[in-house]
């Protein structure tokens, strides 16, 4: 079965700082990815999707992903935080032409002011 | 405005009891899918749907049943089966299929239950 592993639960930073946050999958086949983002009180959004093609890919709010197959990984960064980037993040894999989309555990960032 | 709705936002109940959540989207959105979120384990899939009258066991299915009797309506069935019912509760849908690229889940406000 599919896996995804995000290896930090809890990042603290202060605004400015840069951000990376890990994701890697156990698939060996060909996936999808995609970052979803849940800040406090609101919805599941997703941030960004990698599907084919270029495999750095930029999303919503100035977060980018990069997709290195050969490390089973969909990394997710920021150059530059801000408070508002105060949220949890998920990765999630699904196998191409699949139904069932694999979260990872989350990721609680807290950017302090 | 279009999107999912999902009830009771919060829910007590006594252990022994069984609770549905509701899930109900305007999207005209072929799949749905219940997910369970617990701090620190992300989302785990409980049941999905694809069409009407039809659905398949997530990751986590045992203590829970859903039914799909209505193409907008996905209703959650948390049984006194389920060992550790408290949690929050995601219900999603989707256009199609997750893997086809155009389309991503949409996801509802939750429901979180409590057990008491």
């Known amino acids: 079965a599919q896996s995804v592993s995000q290896h930090n639960h809890h990042v603290i930073l202060s605004e400015a700082a840069s951000l990376e946050l890990g994701c890697n999958y156990s698939?060996?086949?060909?996936?999808?990815l995609f970052w979803y983002v849940q800040y406090p009180g609101q919805h599941l959004q997703l941030l960004l999707k990698?599907?084919?093609?270029?495999?750095l890919v930029k999303g919503i709010k100035g977060f980018e992903a990069e997709f290195i197959k050969s490390k089973f990984s969909f990394n997710l960064r920021k150059p530059s935080v801000q408070w508002s980037d105060t949220a949890e993040y998920f990765c999630?894999?699904?196998?191409?032409?699949?139904?069932?989309?694999?979260f990872g555990g989350g990721t609680r960032v807290l950017v302090k002011p | 405005d279009g999107g999912i709705t999902q009830s009771p936002k919060y829910l007590f109940r006594k252990e022994g009891q069984n609770v549905t959540l509701s899930c109900e989207q305007n999207?005209?959105?072929?799949?749905m899918y219940w997910y369970r979120q617990d701090p620190g384990q992300g989302l785990r899939l409980i049941y999905y749907?694809?069409?009407?009258?039809?659905?398949q066991k997530g990751d986590i299915a045992e203590g829970y049943s859903v039914s799909r009797e209505k193409k907008e309506s996905f209703p959650l069935t948390v049984t006194s089966a389920q060992k550790n019912p408290t949690a929050f509760y995601l219900c999603?849908?989707?256009?199609?299929?997750?893997?086809?690229?155009?389309?991503?889940?949409?996801f509802g406000a939750g429901s979180r239950l409590t057990v008491l």
């Open positions: 999630a894999v699904i196998k191409a032409a699949g139904n069932k989309l694999t």
């Open positions: 698939y060996g086949g060909t996936v999808n």
């Open positions: 990698y599907f084919s093609g270029d495999p």
């Open positions: 999207l005209n959105h072929d799949a």
């Open positions: 749907s694809q069409i009407v009258n039809d659905f």
């Open positions: 999603a849908s989707i256009r199609g299929q997750p893997s086809s690229g155009a389309n991503v889940l949409t």
